[in-house]
C-alpha cells in the first residue's frame, strides 16, 4: 500500500481555499449591489416624497399677491415629471397644475382689474374641484411613495429630521 494520496485529493485540497476565497468575493459583490441598489430607491423615494410635498404645498391655497405662484407651481409639476414614474400620478399632477393655474389668472386679473379675485369667473367656477383634484393627486403620491393613507408627505420620518 502507498501512503501517497491521489493526485485528484490533492488538487481539491490545493484548490480549496481559493474556491472559498471566490465564494467569499462574489458574495461580498451581490450584497454591495443589493445595498446600492436600495440607497439609489432610497434617495429616489426621498426626491419623490419632497418634489410631492412642495407641488402639494404650492396648490394648497392662492396668495394672489405673490406673483411668482404661477413659476413655482410649473417648476414643481416638472420636478414631479421628471421624478414620478405612475402614469395616474402624472396625470393627477398634470390636471391639478392646469386648474389651479387657470384659476390663479383669473382671481389674478379680476384682483388687477379691483374686482373681487374670489368672484372671478375662471376661479369662482372651478375652486370646488381643485380640493378634489389635489386630494387624487397626493392619493396617488402616497400610493408611489408608500406613504399610508392619512399621513403627511412633508412630516419628517425620523426625530433627527425634526432637530435639522
Do not use: C
Not at 2 to 8: D, G, M, T
Not at 35 to 59: G, V
Not at 66 to 78: K, Q
Not at 81 to 102: Q, S
Amino acid at each position: 500500500m502507498s501512503s501517497a494520496v491521489p493526485l485528484w485529493v490533492a488538487v481539491v485540497i490545493g484548490l480549496g481555499p481559493t474556491v472559498v476565497a471566490v465564494v467569499a468575493l462574489v458574495t461580498a459583490e451581490l450584497r454591495d449591489r443589493r445595498r446600492l441598489k436600495h440607497e439609489r430607491e432610497m434617495q429616489l423615494n426621498d426626491a419623490r416624497r419632497e418634489a410631492y410635498a412642495n407641488l402639494s404645498k404650492l396648490t394648497k391655497g392662492m396668495k394672489i399677491e405673490n406673483l411668482e405662484a404661477v413659476p413655482e407651481v410649473r417648476e414643481a409639476h416638472a420636478q414631479v415629471e421628471i421624478l414620478g414614474g405612475n402614469p395616474k400620478l402624472l396625470d393627477a399632477a398634470g390636471t391639478l397644475v392646469r386648474v389651479w393655474t387657470g384659476a390663479w389668472e383669473s382671481a389674478r386679473n379680476a384682483y388687477e382689474e379691483g374686482a373681487s379675485p374670489w368672484d372671478a369667473p375662471g376661479y369662482k367656477n372651478v375652486a370646488p374641484l381643485l380640493v378634489g383634484l389635489r386630494a387624487a393627486f397626493l392619493d396617488r403620491a402616497r400610493e408611489e411613495i408608500g406613504v399610508k393613507e392619512g399621513k403627511a408627505l412633508d412630516q419628517p420620518r425620523s426625530t433627527r429630521e425634526l432637530s435639522e
